[in-house]
């Protein structure tokens, strides 16, 4: 089983830049794929950036794409998010999540979540 502990949200202007973090925990980290999910006040979760088992393959939300990017570092157990060129239509609480499945983006095939980090963006 895999734990998750996001970190690395804030308040931040538009046009700036944020970097979050997701810590794993769990022997079996290395088999699950990896994807940050984001959700914002009267909206559905929605898929923003995975990566696949090795970390070598990355795919994005369109919304986002050109402006984040997602990494793993199997070694440290961690998953992060560079966020760029922020936008105000960015803020939401931002989730880590965990399937043993790559290529996934429905928040239904994800089995493991972290508690979200928030991330507020000022136009």
């Known amino acids: 089983q895999v734990q998750l502990v996001e970190s690395g949200g804030g308040l931040v202007q538009a046009g700036g830049s944020l970097r979050l973090s997701c810590a794993a925990s769990?022997?079996?980290?290395?088999?699950?794929?990896l994807a940050w999910f984001r959700q914002a006040p009267g909206k559905e979760r929605e898929f923003v950036a995975g990566t696949n088992w090795s970390g070598r393959s990355t795919y994005y939300a369109d919304s986002v794409k050109g402006r984040f990017i997602i990494s793993r570092d199997i070694a440290k157990n961690t998953v992060s998010l560079q966020m760029d060129s922020l936008k105000p239509e960015d803020t939401a609480l931002y989730y880590c999540?965990?399937?043993?499945?790559?290529?996934?983006?429905?928040?239904?095939?994800?089995?493991?979540w972290g508690q979200g980090t928030q991330v507020t963006v000022s136009s």
């Open positions: 999540a965990a399937t043993t499945t790559d290529w996934r983006t429905s928040q239904t095939d994800f089995q493991t």
């Open positions: 769990g022997r079996t980290f290395i088999r699950y794929a």
